[in-house]
């Protein structure tokens, strides 16, 4: 995901999904943030992309105003998967995956 831009942000307490975010602009927000885990077993990775408008409003609260699909996020996946080298190895199911 480096390699992609994106920045290490975690991994979530209650998935255990490591967390990827890439703003768009010198602030925090817009950004996109991605979820995703490695299935060692199989080799496949999943990612789940979206966009992130703004801050959540209410402090505690993991609501935002989030973008899931479009054309923005369309091109986010074609710059992911040029960036990272998709390989036959790296499973990407599109229903899965943003």
């Known amino acids: 995901m480096r390699s992609a831009g994106y920045h290490y942000d975690g991994q979530d307490p209650k998935t255990k999904e490591w967390r990827f975010y890439r703003s768009l602009s010198q602030n925090l927000y817009p950004r996109f943030h991605?979820?995703?885990f490695l299935d060692k077993a199989k080799s496949v990775a999943q990612l789940s992309?979206?966009?992130d408008q703004k801050a959540p409003v209410?402090?505690?609260s993991s609501a935002h105003s989030g973008e899931y699909e479009g054309e923005i996020i369309e091109k986010?996946?074609?710059?992911?998967?040029g960036?990272?080298?998709q390989k036959p190895a790296l499973e990407l199911p599109k229903e899965d995956l943003f």
């Open 83 to 85: 960036a990272i080298g």
């Open 34 to 36: 991605v979820y995703g």
């Open 58 to 60: 209410y402090q505690g």
């Open 76 to 81: 986010e996946v074609t710059r992911i998967k």
């Open 49 to 51: 992309l979206h966009l």
